[in-house]
């Protein structure tokens, strides 16, 4: 068999799909992620499982927002500078040890920032307005108590409020809510699990020495901190060589994964033998997209395991991970927007086109070496431009951008 002869290859497979084709077979290819509760501390930056409701009111009683004085808002209109008021102080109420008693006429009690209200009172005087006299038995008010400086009960939220709904991202804002609300554990979405995989004899390790056409695993790094970035569970089966019976024994190893993302091997060449593997003795989804940088990408399945085979030069496939494996694992795009073109985008035929751009004073500007051997121009570059098939957007069109920061 001939690999490369498009008649020759085994078995009924789609060949040259479109970006979307791609994306959404991808994102089929992946089981539907289970859920597990965790502790708090555990659930930063993961996805909630389900809607949460609050158990508990916050605040849990009507308190005070400052330092001050909590009195009877009526007693203390006249406190002005030409005016002051003064009170008497017959306790004080903090946070956890609330006054026992009632606030009467012409009467306040020292209260502290969170600090329930204590009954008959219902307004706050700052401690920066107030003049303690007689021992701080009495006190003068130079401005009128504040009903604007006490927080009433379940002001933020109620028990039953919904708080998060599902599938929102736990920011350390949101797990503080969750918290707050009262839950001890938190249902999150199943961390997805991927085994990844770079292929290739002249693909060594870095810190090795390099013989000329050799290169250090650069995908291999690349890609796991994306994975993590995503929030995947990351299975690292490290390097395999160019031989098809070596890298089926490395795939039959693999257990309990999601999906099996390798680099290398799955283009048009002799030595490509991810590609030949998956055609002999596994099954293809898909091989080739019309897509620039990334075309020779290929989605199969070995034993029933998902494998994503991403090209082996590392701007092909660090952006087919961009384009492809983050909507699938996140369900999420990188973020999108529209510049001005400041000068000529190229067409790529019946592709579509993800060039790495430069933002110079709102404009965006191709990055000068567009190469998939070039890994400099993602680290260099802020965006991709998106450059649809037949397009060749010139100086002042606008063009959909993607961020890579």
């Known amino acids: 068999m001939t690999p490369t002869d498009p008649a020759s290859l085994p078995g009924k497979f789609a060949q040259f799909v479109m970006l979307e084709e791609a994306q959404a077979a991808v994102r089929s290819a992946l089981p539907q992620p289970g859920s597990e509760w965790v502790a708090p501390a555990q659930a930063f930056g993961r996805r909630l499982a389900q809607p949460l409701r609050a158990g508990v009111a916050h605040p849990s009683a009507t308190e005070s927002a400052l330092d001050g004085i909590a009195a009877r808002a009526a007693d203390t ?36 920032t969170g600090a329930p209200l204590p009954p008959g009172a219902d307004a706050i005087c700052p401690v920066e307005q107030l003049e303690f006299m007689a021992g701080e038995a009495e006190v003068r008010l130079l401005t009128p108590a504040r009903v604007e400086d006490v927080r009433h009960l379940g002001d933020d939220f109620a028990p039953g409020d919904e708080l998060l709904p599902a599938g929102v991202r736990l920011t350390p804002a949101r797990v503080a809510l969750a918290v707050a609300g009262g839950h001890a554990q938190l249902p999150v979405l199943r961390r997805p699990r991927v085994a990844l995989l770079s292929t290739g004899d002249e693909v060594k390790a870095p810190g090795t020495p390099l013989e000329p056409g050799e290169v250090y695993d650069s ?4 890609l796991h901190g994306l994975l993590l970035e995503c929030g995947a569970e990351v299975l690292d089966l490290g390097h395999a060589p160019d031989d098809v019976d070596e890298l089926a024994a490395r795939l039959d190893t693999v257990g309990g994964a999601d999906l099996l993302l390798t680099s290398g091997g799955v283009s048009m060449g002799r030595y490509d033998f991810m590609r030949d593997l998956l055609l002999e003795r596994g099954e293809v989804t898909f091989w080739k997209i019309r897509l620039r940088p990334g075309g020779p990408t290929l989605l199969g399945r070995w ?13 092909s496939s660090l952006v087919v991970f961009e384009l492809l494996v983050r909507p699938a694992l996140t369900g999420q795009q990188l973020r999108g927007t529209r510049l001005r073109a400041g000068a000529p985008f190229a067409s790529a035929g019946q592709k579509t086109a993800f060039w790495r751009g430069e933002v110079r004073g709102g404009e965006v500007v191709p990055y000068p070496k567009q190469s998939s051997g070039v890994l400099r121009s993602l680290s260099d570059a802020r965006v991709l431009v998106r450059v649809d098939p037949g397009q060749a957007p010139v100086a002042g069109d606008e063009v959909e951008v993607l961020w890579l920061d």
């Open 303 to 315: 034993n029933g395991l998902s494998v994503l085979g991403l090209p082996g030069n590392p701007v």
């Open 219 to 222: 995908n291999r790094y690349g």
């Open 77 to 112: 209109l006249g406190a002005a500078a030409q005016a002051p008021v003064t009170l008497r102080v017959v306790g004080e109420s903090r946070a956890g040890q609330p006054f026992a008693g009632e606030v009467k006429a012409g009467e306040c009690v020292r209260i502290y």
